[in-house]
């Protein structure tokens, strides 16, 4: 099993960036590939991004694309969530996730991954 803790979260306006980080421990060897997922109030929790641990390519949704970008420190353990130009339809709980399964999948699907952080809120005021 993977712990995941999100940190990062904060408030900004419309605009501006904020870098999320998402620290890894327990058995990260097995872990497949990462990602990042955000909440907002009554939606449903959707992919925003994943990695590929062993090669490091990327997916992205088309509502970040160009703006955010997802990358890993393996030597630290870290998954980062680099987002700027933040709009405030970006405003959500954002998780960090991880699949150490293997049995792959769509990267945006929820059910890929069986490690969750507890979230970290990101808020953007126009």
């Known amino acids: 099993q993977v712990q995941l803790v999100e940190s990062g979260g904060g408030s900004v306006q419309a605009g501006g960036s904020l870098r999320l980080s998402c620290a890894a421990s327990g058995y990260i060897y097995s872990t497949y590939m990462m990602g990042w997922f955000r909440q907002a109030p009554g939606k449903d929790r959707e992919g925003v991004a994943a990695?590929?641990?062993?090669?490091?390519?990327?997916y992205y949704a088309d509502s970040v694309k160009d703006r955010f970008t997802i990358s890993q420190d393996n030597a630290k353990n870290t998954l980062y969530l680099q987002m700027n130009s933040l709009k405030p339809e970006d405003t959500a709980m954002y998780y960090c996730a991880a699949d150490t399964s293997g049995y792959g999948g769509r990267w945006y699907l929820k059910t890929r991954y069986n490690s969750w952080g507890q979230g970290t809120q990101v808020t953007v005021s126009s």
């Open positions: 990695i590929y641990s062993a090669s490091g390519f990327t």
